[in-house]
């Protein structure tokens, strides 16, 4: 794991987030050994950020797959938050893959937000369901979305906004730090270390564990990381392997091989079950309770 000593910690700063204000969170590592901000509650001004995503006249997508009993169980709160919270005053398009476009409740929307609905086919397995995303992201990238988008944010439907999730977290590939790993040494974290999965780390691999129920970024950069990811599968599946944490491994081998230029931290996509923890000021993204019985197949 990088570590950016304070002293000569470099001046981080893009048209979003304008110089990263490291200095307000001195407890916390916000640069990592590539010199990509690490942000933080405190550390950027959401007010500029707001004012240069207006100014660059930006649209921003936001995909999310509820295939199955994801569905009913899900989407309404996690669309009903995204509309307080995610881009507020930006241009916005919802994507919604499910394999049941009819049953996708009527939602009104706030101006210059639109929501389209795309048909997927359900899996036998929910690892299916939620591998499947990438090559779906893939060509919806290389379509539509593709062209209407500036950004995209790629999400899990079983969380919910919480606070302002805004243009400060735009970069061109950006990757969330999993909650429940931040802490942990290197060694430990849950890789895959099979070497005949493409996902494969071996153990002086890896920066952090990132999370796959949320990574963003340019049309380009995802497209690149979508087809990685789909790829690796399709390899593991022709082997009769498959990695332990699914499209996750995929994704964590992915940063591996190609850095994120933005690493958000854990407060955007925070489990309220770990407990209270100094570091983490204002979630903005909450995960739902996990209840597997009730959704999985
Ligand atoms: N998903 C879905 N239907 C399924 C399985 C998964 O819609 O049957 C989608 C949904 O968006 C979900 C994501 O795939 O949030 C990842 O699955 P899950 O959240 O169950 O994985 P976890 O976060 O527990 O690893
Ligand atoms: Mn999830």
Not at 145 to 167: I, K, M, R, W
Not at 230 to 244: M, N, S, W
Not at 252 to 273: A, G, I, M, Q, R
Request: hydrophobic share 40%.
């Amino acid at each position: 794991m990088g570590i950016c000593p304070r002293a000569t910690m470099p001046l981080l700063r893009d048209n979003f987030t304008g110089v990263l204000q490291h200095w307000a969170r001195p407890e916390v590592l916000t640069c990592t050994s590539w010199a990509a901000p690490i942000i933080w509650d405190g550390t950027f001004d959401p007010q500029i950020a707001e004012q240069e995503a207006r100014r660059q006249n930006l649209t921003i997508g936001l995909t999310v797959f509820a295939v199955g009993r994801y569905l009913e169980k899900y989407l309404e709160h996690f669309l009903d938050s995204a509309e307080q919270h995610f881009m507020v005053g930006q241009s916005v398009v919802y994507y919604v893959f499910t394999d049941r476009p009819e049953a996708v409740p009527y939602m009104t929307l706030g101006q210059g937000r639109v929501l389209r609905v795309e048909r997927v086919q359900q899996e036998n397995r929910w690892q299916d369901v939620s591998m499947a995303r990438m090559r779906t992201l893939h060509e919806a990238l290389g379509g539509q979305l593709g062209q209407e988008a500036d950004y995209v944010f790629c999400l899990d439907v079983d969380q919910h906004f919480t606070s302002n999730f805004g243009p400060e977290t735009l970069a061109d590939l950006v990757a969330q730090l999993h909650a429940w790993h931040y802490h942990w040494p290197r060694w430990l974290l849950p890789y895959e270390r099979d070497k005949r999965s493409a996902a494969a780390l071996s153990f002086g691999e890896g920066d952090f564990y990132y999370h796959a129920a949320l990574f963003g970024g340019s049309v380009a950069a995802l497209r690149k990381l979508t087809a990685h990811c789909a790829l690796g599968q399709q390899l593991d599946r022709e082997r009769g392997v498959e990695a332990i944490w699914h499209d996750e491994s995929h994704l964590n081998k992915f940063f591996w091989l190609y850095k994120p230029t933005k690493v958000l931290s854990p407060e955007f996509c925070w489990d309220l079950k770990i407990g209270w923890r100094t570091e983490i000021h204002t979630p903005r993204l909450l995960w739902e309770p996990k209840e597997y019985t009730l959704v999985r197949n």
